[in-house]
């Protein structure tokens, strides 16, 4: 299967956990990762499925990586409906902003009519969990239920 790994990071953080995850999926899967801030919207491919991994900065923000993609998704308003996308957040639960930048993110993609596939998957940096424990499943997961999607259509 054809899969856009993008992320949105601050520090570098989920630019790594796409990167552990790339490796993972490699010899599975056509994967193409790309920085959020290096993507334009409109060109988002319908023929893959796009696994997001975004942070969440500040007061529930979008990480600094994933403001341009989202001010370029609301100024341009594309059609999003041929787009199908999982995401993982990566936040810190000692904030009460915790994990809101991946929310905020599956929101606006929603917003212009793209398909959320399978349920937000979270990693709070304070518990024990390595976040690589949480992706490597959920990105397995989200792509066998997006598989099943794409024959469907």
Known sequence: ???????GTETGNAEM???DI?????GDHDV???DLGDTDPAALDGEAFHLIVCST???GDLPASAQPFAEALEKAAPDLSAIRFAIFGLGDSSYDTYNEGSQKLAE???KFGAKQVGERT???????????DLAFPWAEDRIAEAESLFAES
């Open 122 to 132: 979270i990693h709070d940096a304070m518990g024990s969990d390595m976040p690589e």
């Open 32 to 34: 193409a990762m790309a």
């Open 57 to 59: 900065y500040g007061d």
């Open 22 to 26: 790339e490796g993972h999926l490699e």
């Open 108 to 110: 606006l993609l929603v």
């Open 17 to 19: 956990l796409c990167e």
């Open 1 to 7: 299967m054809k899969i856009a790994l993008l992320y």
